[in-house]
T-cell receptor, first 115, second 113 residues
Framework: GAVVSQHPSRVICKSGTSVKIECRSL??????MFWYRQFPKQSLMLMAT?????????EQGVEKDKFLINHASLTLSTLTVTSAHPEDSSFYIC???????????FGPGTRLTVL | GQQLNQSPQSMFIQEGEDVSMNCTSS?????WLWYKQDPGEGPVLLIA?????ELTSNGRLTAQFGITRKDSFLNISASIPSDVGIYFC?????????????FGKGTSLLVTP
């Protein structure tokens, strides 16, 4: 199946700093990528849809100025958590829309801990 | 997005037993997907269903896309310890919703040797 990578796999940062997470589709071009957040023992919640070359579409309740998304190429989308706070600590997972557009392939996730 | 109703929430079974879990929705979907997530990892696609009534197998896994397009089930036969994990169903509407997935809350599966 298609491969999606994320970097870093885990990051610990101080409150008030910004953290950038990368999502790459390794063997296919993804015009659309998605960013999810998952809290412990909960399901994945969609944060935003990232389309290459255009502005991301954010879900209700997700602050676009806090979670900056850049989809600069067909294989890379980045999520920057700005001025991170402890409540932003979570598991962030990206996915990429496959060529058939009927399936999504997920990255391995990034564990963010804000102290 | 809409969250799907997935049950059971958790299952604790013995190795060799069969497992069944299902998802229902008040809305219809064009595609149903089943994922497995191991701790600290991203979800891995198990089975994708594209047509109402479709029954698809992947090894010991079998899933069906309900006729009404509002439900799906996943069966695991002869479970083994490595089946442990959280299973998520997901419904996909298609282009009208920007291809976003709607997830169930997950079924946590524990298998004892």
């Amino acid at each position: 199946g298609a491969v999606v990578s994320q970097h870093p796999s885990r990051v610990i940062c101080k409150s008030g700093t910004s953290v950038k997470i990368e999502c790459r589709s390794l063997d296919f071009q993804a015009t659309t990528m998605f960013w999810y957040r998952q809290f412990p023992k909960q399901s994945l919640m969609l944060m935003a849809t990232s389309n290459e070359g255009s502005k991301a579409t954010y879900e209700q309740g997700v602050e676009k100025d806090k979670f900056l998304i850049n989809h600069a190429s067909l294989t890379l989308s980045t999520l920057t958590v700005t001025s991170a706070h402890p409540e932003d600590s979570s598991f962030y997972i990206c996915s990429a829309l496959g060529r058939s557009t009927d399936t999504q392939y997920f990255g391995p996730g990034t564990r963010l801990t804000v102290l | 997005g809409q969250q799907l109703n997935q049950s059971p929430q958790s299952m604790f079974i013995q190795e060799g037993e069969d497992v069944s879990m299902n998802c229902t929705s008040s809305s219809i979907f064009n595609t149903w997907l089943w994922y497995k997530q191991d701790p600290g990892e991203g979800p891995v696609l198990l089975i994708a269903l594209y047509k109402a009534g479709e029954l698809t197998s992947n090894g010991r896994l079998t899933a069906q896309f309900g006729i009404t397009r509002k439900d799906s089930f996943l069966n695991i036969s002869a479970s083994i310890p490595s089946d442990v994990g959280i299973y998520f169903c997901a419904g996909l509407l298609g282009s009208n919703s920007g291809y976003a997935l709607n997830f169930g809350k997950g079924t946590s599966l524990l298998v004892t040797p």
